[in-house]
Structures are given as structure tokens and as C-alpha cells.
């Protein structure tokens, strides 16, 4: 079976752009969550999506934002990227949205110039 | 919101001595406690969890324990190997309104000597 699948695996950006980052998540996983990870640090907890709507926001700006399809896949996009953006965003899946074990893709590694 | 410290932030033992990495957490309504361990460059992989009604659980040469009174709950790896090298992750989780947040400690390098 395969597992979560993230893409890109690397993207470079300049400051202001735009960015869409892509998650398949484990077949039959409904749940979804997006993490950023700073080097040197834990992952950051950003969104998690359930059955297509938001269940879950972190502290982060409204330049973040995602959805999840009827696939279950999701998007994270992030507009007017700051070189404080530049992180590996991780996703997550898991069969539920609570207290479930989750399974995390290579992630997506983000640098803004 | 929810903080979870994390303890040592890098820790080298021999290879097959014991290796005890600890976490407290400040909200008494996290209920789910996972570890995850992270080689260079890959994944985060869930190597063991404990929910809140549980105080110990272990799988082979890892064990976990959690202490709700105290809010703090702990990895133990026994018979090191050098391939447990790695960076360990541990979380706490939070259920909200029919969602789950986790927050995660800045993790702990262990080296493993041959």
C-alpha cells in the first residue's frame, strides 16, 4: 500500500510569491493535518482537515491556508512568502481527526530566496 | 495553547546501554501521547503511543510511561543500537471539539556508539 504522498518534494520561491503544496493521504485516512518544520525544531502544527472541512488551525497567518478534496487529498497554499516560510511542510494522515495515529509523508522542502 | 517540553535535546550512549528521553506537557486535557522518531532527511515515523487511561506500554525494546498527575510522560529504549540513531519527537495531543491538535517537543538526538 502506499503511503502519504507529498509534491513537490523540493521548491524554491522567491519572497511575495505563492506557493501550493499537494498530499495524497493513505487509502481510506480521511483526515488530514499540515505541519511546518523548522530545522532544529518539532513539527509546527498548521491545519487538519476531516471529512473536507476544517477541524483544526494553528498559530500561524492567514497567508496559510488549505482545503481537502472528496478524494480526501489536500492542498496547502501560502501566499506573500516571507523567508521565515522556508521550512519542510509535512503532511499527515490518519483515519480519524482525533487522537489517531498519524502517518506522515517526505514532506515538502520550501526555500524562499 | 498547549507546551511540551522536551528533555535532553541530544543524548549519546553506548551501544546497548538504556536511553531515557522525558517530556512534560501543560494542558491536562491532552489524552493522546505519540512518539515519533526521525532519521536524516526522512519521515517522522510513529514508533510507539500511550493514550491517558493507559500509564505504560511497551513494544519489544520500547516502552513509554506517562504520569498524568505530574503532566509528564517518557521513552525508554533498552539494549541500544546504533541504527536507533535518530531524532526522537514526542507530542501531546488535544481533543477539541471533534478535532485533534498535537504539539510536539524540539526533539532529542540520540547517538548510539558502536
Known amino acids: 500500500d502506499a503511503g502519504v504522498t507529498q509534491s513537490p518534494t523540493h521548491l524554491i520561491k522567491t519572497r511575495g510569491q505563492h506557493v501550493t503544496l499537494r498530499c495524497s493521504p493513505i487509502s481510506g485516512h480521511k483526515s488530514v493535518s499540515w505541519y511546518q518544520q523548522v530545522l532544529g525544531q518539532g513539527p509546527q502544527f498548521i491545519f487538519q482537515?476531516?471529512?473536507?472541512?476544517?477541524?483544526g488551525r494553528g498559530n500561524f497567518p492567514d497567508r496559510f491556508s488549505a482545503r481537502q478534496f472528496p478524494n480526501y487529498s489536500s492542498e496547502l497554499n501560502v501566499n506573500a512568502l516571507l523567508l521565515g516560510d522556508s521550512a519542510l511542510y509535512l503532511c499527515?494522515?490518519?483515519?480519524?481527526?482525533?487522537?489517531?495515529?498519524?502517518?506522515f509523508g517526505d514532506g515538502t522542502r520550501l526555500s524562499i530566496l | 495553547g498547549e507546551n511540551v517540553e522536551q528533555h535532553p535535546s541530544t543524548l549519546s550512549v553506548q551501544e546497548g546501554d538504556s536511553a531515557v528521553i522525558k517530556c512534560t506537557y501543560s494542558?491536562?486535557?491532552?489524552?493522546?501521547f505519540p512518539w515519533y522518531k526521525q532519521e536524516l532527511g526522512k519521515r517522522p515515523q510513529l514508533i510507539i503511543d500511550?493514550?491517558?487511561?493507559?500509564g505504560e506500554k511497551k513494544d519489544q525494546r520500547i516502552a513509554v510511561t506517562l504520569n498524568k498527575t505530574a503532566k509528564h510522560f517518557s521513552l525508554h529504549i533498552t539494549e541500544t543500537q546504533p541504527e536507533d540513531s535518530a531524532v526522537y519527537f514526542c507530542a501531546a495531543s488535544i481533543r477539541h471539539t471533534n478535532a485533534g491538535k498535537s504539539t510536539f517537543g524540539d526533539g532529542t538526538t540520540l547517538t548510539v556508539k558502536p
Open positions: 500511550i493514550r491517558s487511561n493507559v
Open positions: 499527515a494522515s490518519s483515519l480519524g481527526p482525533v487522537n489517531q495515529p498519524q502517518h
Open positions: 494542558d491536562s486535557a491532552s489524552n493522546y
Open positions: 482537515y476531516y471529512e473536507k472541512e476544517e477541524r
